[in-house]
């Protein structure tokens, strides 16, 4: 069931940049609180699930078969027309929106046993990647955003999981609300 508090904010066009610091030279801003997110290793909902006094909730915006953006399709290395599973989720601390989240799942990614990656439902994707160990993640990219208002994202990360020759793409989008 979509959110309410998420929905209207979107996630915005985002530039990449293949490392923090190059990006940090576009915007300084992300040296500040958001440094600590966009760096953070391992899983970003166990980290934010520590951050929760009471609750933590994923919330799916959308989900289904979808044509991904031009770059994204370049950089998974899938055609450019191909469909590919997007699922689109907003994460909640405390019943406040803090990250939203977008994952691009190749058609090939969901054959055999990735084809749980369509049925993971309100459970985050982080509990089912971080809990398998034939995933591997690759190196972290930091976004910046065209936000349209200052409830929407300023920065983001985003990075490949692999598992043998299947791979999927995870953009995490850090709300101000995270950030305080």
Request: proline content about 8%; some cysteine; overall charge positive.
């Amino acid at each position: 069931m979509p959110s309410r508090d998420c929905n209207p904010v979107g996630i915005p066009p985002t530039d990449w940049y293949r490392s923090f610091s190059a990006a940090g030279l576009r915007n300084p801003a992300v040296h500040g609180a958001l440094g600590h997110w966009l760096k953070l290793e391992g899983s970003l909902t166990r980290a934010l699930q520590l951050q929760c006094r009471d609750s933590f909730r994923v919330d799916i915006l959308q989900e289904g078969f979808a044509r991904p953006t031009l770059e994204e399709a370049r950089t998974l290395g899938i055609p450019v027309r191909q469909n590919a599973w997007v699922r689109e989720v907003c994460l909640n601390g405390d019943d406040t929106p803090w990250v939203l989240a977008r994952t691009i799942v190749p058609l090939v990614t969901l054959a055999g046993r990735g084809r749980r990656l369509r049925n993971l439902g309100r459970r985050p994707l982080g509990a089912y990647l971080f809990s398998n160990p034939e995933w591997q993640r690759g190196p972290f990219e930091t976004g910046l955003c065209h936000r349209d208002s200052n409830a929407q994202p300023l920065a983001a990360r985003r990075s490949r999981f692999f598992s043998g020759n299947h791979s999927l793409l995870v953009g995490e989008y850090f709300l101000p609300t995270l950030i305080g």
